[in-house]
């Protein structure tokens, strides 16, 4: 009965754990990264990359991720000389690769998909889309399992801008 319960105990701690819940605003994230679709180069975030990183996670399916992605672009495209970087993770099926080039094929910044990126210090990826912005430092500055899902061009300019502003 006493490891029935341990066992239990110790699933609702992965679960937890799983869900993102120890990542804290302020603190380092550990490192993440992706190889990117259809190329043979890999994006690493997290402390010492020197980039503020918008990293997008959406799917093909999903109406509020196709929706907010031109957004992410425009905001791309205003401030990458800036030392922007965004990384956008497909959570599509392998089986829906040619829908995913197809959505990609719209968008400059780098996309990359699930099965080739590691991002499990962000915990599990549970809602669509989910936004994560790290600073230059490696820096958690929004979770995207907190907040508003989406995100939008006001909402960019007000959190990334000052980031990229700072050294």
Request: net charge positive; proline share 6%.
């Amino acid at each position: 009965m006493i490891h029935q319960r341990l066992f239990f105990i110790c699933v609702l701690l992965s679960a937890f754990n799983a869900s993102g819940a120890d990542l804290v605003l302020g603190k380092p994230v550990p490192m993440i990264q992706a190889k990117l679709l259809d190329s043979s180069k890999t994006i690493q975030i997290g402390p010492g990359t020197g980039k503020v990183t918008i990293i997008n996670f959406w799917a093909s399916w999903c109406a509020p991720c196709r929706a907010e992605m031109p957004a992410i672009q425009a905001y791309y495209d205003k401030h990458k000389s800036q030392g922007l970087e965004v990384l956008a993770i497909s959570m599509d099926d392998a089986r829906d690769l040619a829908d995913v080039r197809k959505v990609a094929q719209a968008y400059s910044f780098p996309i990359a998909l699930k099965t080739d990126a590691d991002f499990k210090a962000l915990g599990r990826i549970w809602r669509m889309p989910s936004t994560f912005v790290v600073d230059r430092n490696g820096i958690l500055k929004k979770n995207g399992h907190e907040g508003a899902p989406t995100v939008d061009l006001e909402s960019l300019e007000a959190l990334v801008t000052p980031l990229l502003d700072k050294p």
